[in-house]
């Protein structure tokens, strides 16, 4: 089972044991988003560690709190299943943003015995990241899988060949099977807000996000840079 299934998972049950934490505000142009997390001090250094949790899903309003994880059992927001879905994804009906015009955090923590964030545990790591909003804007709802996380997404970069490359995996559901985690069905005019977390190194490269099945058109991100390290650039120019 990869590292980004394993973080995820401890993501999402530490979500609800967090301390107060200062509040941020981040006007996205069309919302506010309202993020308690902590503050970023490091970077993922392994493309296995790509994971897109899902912050808030539903109906723009306001202000969006993007503090802690959507980790409901099962999917509570409408009492019956839409009559129509659409499995396969295209600009007319879902688009996808990564916003890097203010800094997130992604947190992986850990808990103490009393089920609390252990303040002094070595092992918890506060990633920097951005935010990914993903629209449906069509008439229609969109499935977007079974988990806690986006569930058929994956990250790109660009070599200097001019393509392309594949460098996470999506999630499979096979992983899920008897998890009691929800189907995660984006109603119209709805969004999920989800964070990409961010390497560091002194390669610049454009990189954008996947949405979609292997076996279908995928629908893509804008265009992004990251900052990747030696090790990490040997695989990207290997194809």
Not at 12 to 23: A, G
Not at 33 to 62: H, M, V, W
Not at 178 to 198: D, F, M, R, Y
Request: aromatic letters at 14%.
């Amino acid at each position: 089972m990869r590292t980004g299934l394993m973080f995820s998972f401890i993501l999402l049950f530490s979500s609800c044991f967090r301390e107060p934490l200062p509040i941020h505000h981040f006007n996205t142009g069309g919302f506010m988003l309202e993020d308690t997390c902590r503050i970023a001090n490091e970077y993922i250094q392994s493309f296995e560690d790509d994971a897109f949790p899902i912050y808030y899903i539903g109906q723009i309003k306001d202000t969006i709190r993007i503090g802690s994880r959507y980790w409901l059992r099962r999917e509570k927001r409408f009492k019956e299943y839409p009559e129509h879905c659409i499995y396969k994804y295209s600009k007319s009906h879902i688009s996808v943003q990564v916003d890097t015009s203010f800094p997130v955090c992604m947190s992986l923590e850990y808990l103490n015995e009393e089920r609390l964030i252990d303040r002094y545990c070595d092992s918890n790591r506060y990633y920097h990241a951005s935010t990914v909003i993903i629209r449906n804007v069509s008439d229609t709802a969109v499935s977007l899988g079974i988990t806690f996380s986006v569930f058929q997404m994956h990250r790109e970069m660009l070599n200097s060949k001019g393509q392309w490359i594949k460098v996470s995996e999506k999630l499979c559901k096979d992983w899920f099977c008897a998890t009691g985690q929800p189907c995660i069905n984006l109603l119209p005019g709805e969004v999920i807000v989800s964070k990409v977390t961010h390497f560091a190194g002194k390669y610049a490269i454009p990189c954008r996000l996947s949405l979609g099945r292997s076996d279908i058109p995928q629908v893509y991100s804008n265009i992004f840079t990251e900052y990747i390290s030696d090790d990490l650039l040997r695989i990207v120019e290997a194809d």
